[in-house]
């Protein structure tokens, strides 16, 4: 089993910055993938950011990429995301998750996830 609880959520306005953060325990390590998505209301679950390994590997969806920065700290067993010039359509509820297999960019394929923190971007 693995839990995962993320933090930093909040209100900011267009062009400014947030940075949250993703605590993981349980079985976790470097091997496994972690990643961040994101849910606006009435709308499905959308991949933002992954990475893994030791961080060699990123991924980042086409409207975040420039803008979002994913790391992750193997020692703390923490994953980050650094978002930067957000828009208003950024908002939405994110997530973190872990242990993926197949489509990364599928929320289908991951099987542990957060309870979410919320970002709310005012222009």
């Known amino acids: 089993q693995v839990q995962l609880v993320e933090s930093g959520g909040g209100l900011v306005q267009a062009g400014g910055s947030l940075r949250l953060s993703c605590a993981a325990s349980?079985?976790?390590?470097?091997?496994?993938?972690m990643g961040w998505f994101r849910q606006a209301p009435g709308k499905e679950r959308q991949f933002v950011a992954a990475?893994?390994?030791?961080?060699?590997?990123?991924y980042y969806a086409d409207s975040v990429k420039g803008r979002f920065t994913i790391s992750r700290d193997n020692a703390k067993n923490t994953a980050a995301l650094q978002m930067n010039s957000l828009k208003p359509e950024d908002t939405a509820v994110y997530y973190c998750?872990?242990?993926?297999?197949?489509?990364?960019?599928?929320?289908?394929?991951?099987?542990?996830w957060g309870q979410g923190t919320q970002v709310t971007v005012s222009s």
């Open positions: 998750a872990t242990h993926a297999s197949g489509n990364v960019y599928s929320h289908l394929s991951w099987n542990y």
């Open positions: 349980g079985r976790t390590g470097s091997t496994y993938p």
């Open positions: 990475i893994y390994w030791g961080g060699s590997s990123t």
